[in-house]
């Protein structure tokens, strides 16, 4: 019996044998395997996933010193061409990078700045970079006046244009004068109209908030230039009857030339949003995007002294797409966990509703996000997202950080996950080496309030600081010290 049935299992394998062994004869043809294949288990639903590749980490700065809060921007007309900034912390004016090989190389400019009052000096802050459809990038951002001694005298908004993809700026525009330590400008963001359809074709537009330091506020300022930043006209655009309590305001244009605005309400502890139809000149009542927990900002183990800051990034799809003018925006808020993380919105109606807040990340436990930023590819629609995490903690404490890179494809369906890691090394801003508090950090501003990203094409562009070299010498600074350095990397999507 027990001689039959070993007979009968080998016959089994031997019939089986074609089907493990493949050739290429007449009865079981190269293609017979994948038949059998799909016949037992059906088709996998994983082929129309995108991959991508992550290249290499490259040092834009590549100076002395610390640097923080990065932006990035990329002319469509020549995806190579790339412009960024970032903050100076030990000298005065803002730095300029460009990029004509996508990001491979860099070089880097300082930015103009007006003369100081009186027997002070001034210096720039928060970089915004943006290319109108003629190829022009601009760069806008504060300058804060101090006396020696006398604390602030003032503050002003700047936008620069460059003709040349940011490699010199010779025109200066300077305006929105606030006075006294009381009033001042605050994290500008520009845009600019890049369609070329559309009849702003051109227009530059830049959003900031106004602190009075008073009951009122300040409130959000839109200011828009008609003539390749010339001249610059400031308007008011939230409810001027509110509190006023707002900062991180968010400009970006839609396919046919509407300008729309987000930013952190936090006396109301919402997402809010307004939109101009005609350029610019009228707006309307601000809408809700969402309500939130978080009202400003938050103290987290990476971010210890300079605080995480609630603000949204939005965007438009432009492309040709079936998503065409779906707006979307993301903002960090406390996760039901604890935790930071990256929750984000979209609208089909011009932002009248909104989707439900979801999160765009991994469900993780344990782990902070922060510092995000968002960008709808103006060829594919999708909508990706490069954002601070701290999943690759090794302290124990969620100090250490990686840059994370997600993609809404095409505007539907689910957040890429898992996400991806854009940096090659995990960085540290509370310590050094175990050693607190550690002379290669910047304390006071660490990875800043925000970090950039720029895509077109399948191609995205996160550009961040992280502290990796902060202890290698470089000769003739003062604290002889690399410190944080600005970083990007070039993120592709294989279709």
């Known amino acids: 019996m027990l001689s039959r049935l070993l007979a009968l299992v080998a016959a089994c394998v031997m019939a089986a ?3 493990l062994a493949q050739t290429n004869n007449a009865n079981t043809p190269t293609w017979w395997n994948k038949y059998e294949y799909l016949l037992a288990n059906g088709a996998d639903n994983c082929a129309g996933l995108p991959s991508f590749k992550v290249g290499p980490n490259v040092d834009v700065s590549n100076e002395c010193g610390p640097q923080s809060e990065t932006f990035i921007a990329l002319n469509a007309a020549k995806p190579k061409v790339l412009a960024a900034g970032s903050n100076e912390i030990f000298r005065l004016p803002m730095r300029g990078y460009f990029s004509s090989d996508g990001g491979a190389s860099w070089g880097g400019v300082d930015l103009p700045l007006p003369p100081a009052k009186g027997n002070g000096i001034d ?30 005298n003032g503050t002003a908004v700047g936008v620069a244009r460059s003709t040349d993809g940011g490699k010199t700026y010779p025109q200066f525009t300077l305006f929105s004068q606030e006075g006294g330590e009381g009033h001042f400008n605050d994290k500008p963001m520009i845009t600019a109209d890049a369609n070329p359809a559309s009849r702003f074709r051109d227009n530059v537009y830049i959003a900031w908030d106004a602190a009075n330091g008073g009951s009122s506020g300040g409130g959000v300022r839109l200011a828009r230039s008609t003539d390749h930043g010339a001249t610059f006209t400031t308007l008011r655009i939230d409810d001027p009857r ?50 939130k927990t978080l009202p400003f900002d938050i103290a987290i183990p990476a971010e210890f002294n300079r605080g995480a800051l609630v603000y949204p990034a939005c965007d438009a799809d432009r492309s040709a797409g079936p998503h065409r003018g779906r707006l979307h925006c993301s903002w960090m808020d406390l996760a039901a966990s604890g935790n930071t993380d990256i929750f984000a919105s979209y609208s089909d109606d011009g932002g009248a509703t909104w989707s439900p807040a979801a999160a765009a990340t991994d469900r993780l436990p344990n782990v902070d996000r922060f510092n995000h930023w968002l960008s709808v590819d103006g ?14 903690d090794t302290t124990g404490s969620r100090y250490m950080t990686d840059i994370y890179f997600t993609q809404l494809r095409a505007g539907a369906g689910a957040w890429l996950s898992p996400n991806l890691r854009v940096t090659d090394v995990s960085s540290n801003e509370h310590d050094c080496s175990g050693q607190f508090p550690c ?9 800043g309030d925000y970090a950039g990203l720029v895509s077109y094409g399948g191609v995205s562009h996160p550009v961040w600081t992280d502290s990796r070299n902060q202890l290698d010498p470089f000769g003739g600074c003062r604290t002889g010290l690399a410190m944080e350095e600005v970083f990007t990397a070039t993120v592709t999507q294989k279709r």
């Open 379 to 392: 060829a594919t629609g999708d909508v990706n997202i490069s954002f601070y995490d701290t999943r690759n």
């Open 242 to 291: 509110g509190p006023g309590r707002a900062i991180g305001a968010d400009p970006f244009v839609g396919p046919n030339g509407e300008v729309y605005v987000a930013w952190n309400d936090y006396a109301a502890n919402t997402i809010a949003f307004n939109r101009s139809l005609d350029g610019g000149v009228t707006w309307g009542a601000p809408h809700v995007i969402a309500s």
């Open 439 to 447: 002379a290669a950090i910047n304390y006071g501003n660490q990875q």
């Open 17 to 19: 044998a074609p089907a």
């Open 123 to 152: 210096f720039g802050s928060d970089p915004t970079l943006a290319f109108d459809a003629s190829g022009n990038v601009y760069y806008g951002y504060i300058v804060v006046y101090f006396g020696n001694g006398n604390g602030i």
